[in-house]
């Protein structure tokens, strides 16, 4: 809820638009199939039911509040494993974009509890971080336009919307 209570108030404030109803209705019909794929039967009985870390993270792109993870990660390794490895919830989009609240967040992420993890899935964590951010060094590097695909890229949904929303921006 407070995830669409920061964009309704950009909205109100003229920081974003919608898309047109037509837009809004062809991502409504992307997100409805995707969410039937996924949730099966389940989806028919539950109208509401979405994909929890999915939804927020395409809210968070809409907002501009994504958790910083590249920062975190080389500067705050402590709060990084907590993005990465407890249980995703509001407080992580609070740490940038519109109304953050860095420091608060920092303090109650590291409250969250974390397992202690085995020795080899943190190397494997760490070994896909330093690839991915050296592909991307190289993509910079190379000077090319190549953009990183997000798993919200490969699949059609709400991510959609942010899509439309860029668009509409321009």
Known sequence: ???????FAQICTGERTLPS??????????????????????????????DYRRYMDDMAS????????????FLHT??????????TQATQFRLRGPGNKESLAQKLLMK???????????????I????????AFKTILLGGQKQLISQADKKPGFFDFHQAHKANMH
């Open 1 to 7: 809820m407070e995830m669409q209570a920061r964009f």
């Open 112 to 126: 969250l509890h974390v397992n202690s993890l085995p020795a080899p899935l943190i190397k494997s964590a760490i």
């Open 78 to 87: 402590r709060i990084w494993r907590h993005l990465v490895f407890a249980a």
């Open 128 to 135: 896909t971080a330093v690839v991915v951010a050296l592909n």
């Open 21 to 50: 109803p037509a837009e809004m209705e062809r991502i409504t019909c992307l997100n409805r199939s995707a969410w039937l794929e996924q949730f099966e039967h389940n989806a028919h009985r539950i109208r509401s039911l979405v």
């Open 62 to 73: 809409l907002i501009g509040c994504e958790p910083p993870f590249w920062k975190y990660f």
